[in-house]
């Protein structure tokens, strides 16, 4: 064996490679790579190339091929990986071993996996199945690629399937590990189709499995995912051992990766158990660890945990700012289609924001007994309103968080001014008509990934100049914050307030008839759709008038 002194130029280091047989060339090679010395590795796989060509010795030569294409991937050299994979897959086919080209074929749709081409993956796959059938241990690692294929994509039934027939052909083939490798599989599937008691026995088996052949990295990995599934049924004390079980083995390895995951379950499981302090030191560690190691989607995931842990605290704007912290890393994931499910994710964060949002919302609204519910109401008609006028689910969106947050300034307006009996004075209207700039002041410093600052500064300017803070004109107007404006000014005629009782729908819309200059056509035309779609103009015909001219004119929009 060549020693680690040797200066890393590979290749040139070796004895002449004539006197040495390809066959050993080829096994040095595996053992370079499996003490993690690529340099060293690359060079024996090229001189056992080499070797086995000149000798005629074919199946050596694609074998040699098909490792050291694998290492090149690794070393993101993506075109020497291409070819020497090729190269192997022509002399296998050339010399008739199926099995041995099929094998070429699986790393080959390894690659198109990792660089998110699917589609070309799978059908790579299932050719190399076709071919290599006749090996129970390639059929074995094949089955298992498709199941992870079939994962990625979210189909659970079919990657069930592959799974299952990745432990037969394991059985099949004698190999107790790659029957580790499988039940931790399944553990995994039975757990995202929350089959829990499938999981637990899954999971226990692999552990077992693995205990007795030593891997620790798979024991690890088996008790952090068994860990997931006792947060998920709330079994937080089992969740905590096997957490931290799993915790000191990666420290032991050294797996960073591993060991955010780790923390993030542990962080959630003092959260969950109403211990704050602990929670946010756990997280707080998994997103160092995942931000020090390039660990996007570990990082992202954490913030998340932790964002719903200061939402819990009523530390709204750190939440948010974390959300959109995790929204950005999962944005610069975009192509990484191999990643197991990143749209799932990206579904689920900004459900979360939404949720944030929502309730700093609400906790917003208590403080103004006559508002209950306005925030949600003003979201369900502007998002009506949005779609009516045809923008896109991003701008609905903007139009619903910007909803939930558009009077997040009034915290500031004292609570007797919000709720005074009969007319306000112009000083104290005066202040009302502070909350949009403190609502900016507020959110100063949280960054949002859609666009709702202008909706919470502008919710309250009108067409004709007449609206406040900056009395802005027609089209200077941003249109989400026309379509909150105008079903603002509809939510508050239609509720009961301080001053006067709620107007029925009928006399509400013939006020802002009367109204119309304040807003675009299309956007007054788009509401009234809405409305109607909504159902609620419907019926009321004997609706009371009002005294008229009172409420819009003055300060019922506020
Ligand atoms: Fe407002
Ligand atoms: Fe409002």
């Known amino acids: 064996m060549v020693s680690g002194s040797v200066p890393s130029e590979a290749g040139r280091r070796l004895p002449r490679a004539t006197s040495v047989r390809a066959a050993d060339l080829l096994h040095r090679a595996r053992e370079h790579e499996r ?23 074919w199946a050596i030569e694609a074998e040699a091929l098909r490792r050291a294409a694998v290492l090149h991937h690794h070393r993101s050299e993506h075109q020497a990986a291409q070819e020497a994979c090729d190269r192997s897959y022509e002399i296998a086919a050339r010399n008739g071993d199926q099995v041995l080209a099929a094998e070429a074929l699986n790393v080959r749709a390894g690659f198109a996996t990792e660089h998110g081409d699917i589609e070309a993956a799978r ?18 690692r094949i ?36 029957c580790a490798l499988a039940f931790h599989n399944l553990g995994m599937i039975s ?7 499938e999981a637990d026995g899954y999971f226990d088996q692999s552990r077992a499995i693995a205990e007795r052949l030593g891997d620790l990295h798979l024991q690890g990995l088996c008790l952090l995912n068994h860990s997931e599934v006792f947060v998920a049924r709330q079994q937080f004390e089992s969740a905590k051992r096997s957490a931290e079980g799993a915790l000191a083995i990666f420290d032991q390895l050294g797996a960073q990766l591993d060991k955010t995951d780790a923390y993030r379950v542990i962080g959630v499981v003092y959260r969950e158990t109403g211990r704050p302090a602990l929670a946010e030191s756990r997280l707080r560690s998994s997103i160092d660890l995942a931000g020090a190691n390039g660990l996007v989607l570990c990082e992202a995931e954490s913030s998340r945990e932790l964002a719903l842990l200061y939402q819990g605290m009523g530390r709204n704007q750190e939440a948010l700012s974390l959300l959109n912290a995790a929204h950005r890393l999962f944005g610069g994931l975009d192509a990484r289609a191999d990643l197991v499910d990143v749209g799932r994710k990206v579904a689920q964060l900004e459900a979360t924001f939404l949720a944030v949002v929502r309730d700093w919302g609400q906790s917003i609204e208590s403080s103004d007994t006559y508002t209950f519910g306005h925030c949600e109401r003003v979201a369900n008609y502007a998002a009506a309103v949005a779609r009516d006028l045809g923008l896109d689910d991003p701008q609905v969106t903007t139009v619903r ?46 960054e949002f990934p859609w666009d709702i600052k202008p909706i919470i500064r502008w919710h309250h300017e009108k067409c004709d100049g007449s609206g406040y803070p ?44 009367r109204c119309r200059r304040w807003w675009r056509a299309d956007v007054y035309e788009a509401f009234g759709r809405a409305i109607a779609d909504s159902g609620e103009a419907a019926g009321e015909a004997g609706a009371k008038a009002l005294q008229p001219g009172t409420a819009l004119e003055g300060q019922a929009a506020a």
């Open 35 to 57: 003490a993690g010395c690529t340099v060293e590795a690359q060079g024996c796989y090229r001189d056992a190339v080499a070797e086995a060509g000149r000798t005629g010795e």
């Open 123 to 140: 059908a790579t796959f299932l050719r190399a199945l076709g071919m290599g059938g006749a090996s129970a241990e390639l059929r074995a």
């Open 143 to 178: 089955e298992q690629n498709l199941g992870v294929l079939a994962n990625v994509q979210g189909q659970l039934d079919e990657a069930l399937e592959h799974y299952t027939r990745s432990l037969e052909a394991y059985r099949g083939a004698g190999n107790e590990h790659g």
């Open 191 to 197: 757990a995202d189709r929350e089959l829990w008691e």
């Open 401 to 446: 968080l910007g909803a939930y947050l558009h009077d997040v300034g009034k915290i500031r307006v004292p609570h007797e001014i919000l709720n005074k009996p009969g007319r306000l004075t112009d000083d104290e209207f005066d202040i009302i008509k502070m909350h949009p700039i403190w609502g900016l002041d507020l959110l100063e410093g949280v």
């Open 470 to 513: 900056d009395r802005l004109r027609g089209d200077e107007i941003p249109l989400h914050a026309m379509i909150i404006g105008i079903v603002d000014v509809y939510d508050a005629l239609t509720t009961t307030r301080s001053y006067r009782p709620a107007m029925t729908p009928e006399v509400a819309l013939a006020e802002m008839e």
